[in-house]
């Protein structure tokens, strides 16, 4: 696709997804991104005037496990939705380690079951993923996604 320039889409201006419950605000993020807040059609964060090419989908640990398991179907869709995505990523608000150590107590999902279906989804969809040790490190880091995006695909003038 051709980039677009600086022109076209003078700043970057993160896109919240208005369903996105506890959204990041990037507040300790220096300067502060403009945020807008807008229905998105895939994942939870992307960028102003590239919705249709960036996207990130957040993930909290219980939230991976439910998605994995119960909402499986619903969650593999959204996979073949971000598929379509110049880039695409699954950021989850815990590490690897934790999804071993740290199952949620209600699940019943085996914790190497939802591993190997992060590691083939990733394969088969082209979506990465991006396990994070906490919360605050998840939203720096999906923020630091979508400003390298940012550099890569948008030409300065």
Do not use: C, H
Request: hydrophobic share 40%.
């Amino acid at each position: 696709m051709p980039k677009k320039t600086k022109s076209q889409n003078d700043e970057m201006v993160v896109l919240v997804d208005t369903r996105e419950t506890l959204a990041y605000t990037f507040a300790n993020i220096k300067p502060q991104p403009k945020i807008f807040y807008k229905a998105l059609k895939s994942g939870d964060y992307s960028l102003l005037g590239f919705e249709d090419r960036v996207t990130i989908e957040r993930k909290t640990l219980p939230d991976l496990f439910g998605s994995t398991g119960r909402g499986r179907q619903r969650f593999e869709r959204e996979f073949e939705r971000l598929a379509k995505y110049q880039y695409a990523a699954l950021v989850v608000e815990a590490g690897l380690g934790g999804i071993f150590k740290n199952p949620p107590t209600y699940s019943k999902m085996l914790p190497k079951a939802v591993f190997r279906t992060l590691i083939s989804w990733s394969v088969y969809y082209g979506v990465y993923i991006w396990p994070a040790p906490d919360r605050n490190f998840a939203e720096r880091l999906t923020y630091l996604i979508l400003r390298k995006w940012w550099e890569k695909n948008v030409e300065k003038i």
